[in-house]
């Protein structure tokens, strides 16, 4: 794959990705959910902290969520150099198609959540109770590098009880597939499984 090619992935997933976050941020209020089928529905809803919703308060008090926040985005800003230091590096050595392809997505997944965090909270007011506008007159509802991701892709395959014998987890109920999570998760999550799936042919032993 051309650096052409891999660079036009990446603006195609990117565009998908950011026009899909940008309709719901702007027509629909935060928890609104519609169902599309029983096993999909469109939940709009913000994550704030790193995958999962995971906060650094969940772990520690050392430090505040919002000085968290700010460095996770610094570091996520400094990994996706490094990403696309080694993309063009692959392309430069003829790497394979595959590994190309894999960093290509993870590129473009890591770039799309990234503006969500650095700039979302400056470009948008709020979502609760409200339809959030672009570019506010008031202002947005946060500072630089303080923005949520925006994700609404939600698969509730299946729900029910656990049977009893199950250990630790019988009779919980749960939901099958719980995260809600966005278009960049998708490119990020494929290009991990492509390394995963393809790793000798991505990583070849020459």
Known sequence: MSLQKASLLILVVLLIDQISKIYIKTHFV???DIVVF????????????????????????LITDRTAKVILTV?????????GYWL???????????????????FAGALGNILDSVFYGVIFNDSHGQIASFLPAEGG????????VV?????????????EWLPIWGGKYFTFFEPVFNVADVAISTGFV????????AFPKS
């Open 30 to 32: 935060l928890g609104e």
């Open 38 to 61: 029983d096993w999909f529905r469109i939940y709009f809803i913000e994550n704030e902290g790193m995958a999962w919703g995971t906060k650094i308060s969940d772990f520690t008090s």
């Open 141 to 148: 509802y946060d500072g630089f590098l303080h923005g949520k």
């Open 88 to 106: 063009h590096y692959t392309i430069k050595n003829k790497g394979h198609f595959t590994l190309i392809l894999a960093i290509a997505l993870i």
């Open 194 to 201: 492509l390394l995963l799936l393809f790793n000798q042919k």
């Open 151 to 163: 994700d609404m892709l939600y698969f509730p395959i299946w729900k029910g009880y656990l049977p």
């Open 75 to 83: 570091f996520r800003i400094f990994a996706i150099f490094g990403i």
